[in-house]
């Protein structure tokens, strides 16, 4: 029997961010593998999560693999969107039963807290470095979003929440940032056979 984790993310940074954490996952491993097949998928932002994560899924995804495939799918959000809003964009019962009445076997839900971009600052010497700003540069902005947009602005470049990151995800110490997100990120971990 197969098995496959689907991830599905908010955006191309997010893709790029949660394979360097299964990787992490993968080196943490006594065997340094894994017996399932890995998918992650962007969702184009967390409206994505209420139809495009399903229908990948169903028409993407599971025709890929044997009838008996077994599905875990991990649903990879930020929190901010749900946190100031009266009526959530997307209702995670809703998508969870969804994703199980198509296949699924498991649902978990990871949540990054206020934003994916608050994660990364947890190593804000790493994207100092690969901005080639001076160590030690003062860190401002309300949110994690604004305060790597201004870092990028410092550095004559430009910031796109989703969009790839042309290298600074790389240079990001996920070690680091897992163990200070440990809470939120451990479920993903746990699927993937490590605790951190």
């Known amino acids: 029997?197969?098995?496959?984790?689907?991830?599905?993310?908010e955006g191309d940074t997010e893709v790029e961010f949660y394979k360097r954490v299964i990787a992490n996952a993968r080196d943490k491993r006594p065997d340094r593998r894994f017996d399932t097949s890995i998918e992650c998928r962007n969702v184009n932002g967390v409206g994505g999560f209420k139809n495009i994560a399903l229908r990948k899924f169903v028409k993407e995804i599971k025709p890929k693999y044997d009838e008996d495939c077994v599905f875990t799918v991990v649903l990879c959000s930020d929190t901010d969107v749900f946190e100031l809003s009266q009526k959530p964009p997307v209702k995670w019962d809703e998508v969870r039963?969804?994703?199980?009445?198509?296949?699924?076997?498991?649902?978990?839900?990871?949540?990054?807290?206020?934003?994916?971009?608050?994660?990364?600052?947890?190593?804000?010497?790493?994207?100092?470095?690969?901005?080639?700003?001076?160590?030690g540069t003062k860190i401002t902005g309300s949110t994690g979003y604004d305060k790597l947009m201004r870092l990028y602005k410092m550095a004559n470049k430009v910031y796109y929440k989703g969009m790839k990151s042309?290298?600074?995800?790389?240079?990001?110490?996920?070690?680091?940032?897992?163990?200070?997100?440990?809470?939120?990120?451990?479920?993903?971990?746990?699927v993937l056979g490590v605790t951190i």
Not at 166 to 190: C, F, H, R, T, W
Request: charged share 30%; aromatic share 8%.
């Open 1 to 9: 029997m197969s098995k496959c984790l689907v991830l599905f993310v």
């Open 97 to 135: 039963k969804d994703m199980i009445q198509n296949g699924a076997s498991k649902v978990i839900t990871v949540k990054a807290k206020h934003s994916i971009e608050d994660w990364f600052l947890y190593d804000a010497d790493g994207i100092v470095s690969f901005l080639r700003l001076k160590k």
């Open 166 to 190: 042309n290298g600074m995800v790389e240079k990001l110490d996920i070690d680091k940032i897992s163990e200070l997100v440990k809470e939120q990120i451990a479920p993903l971990y746990k």
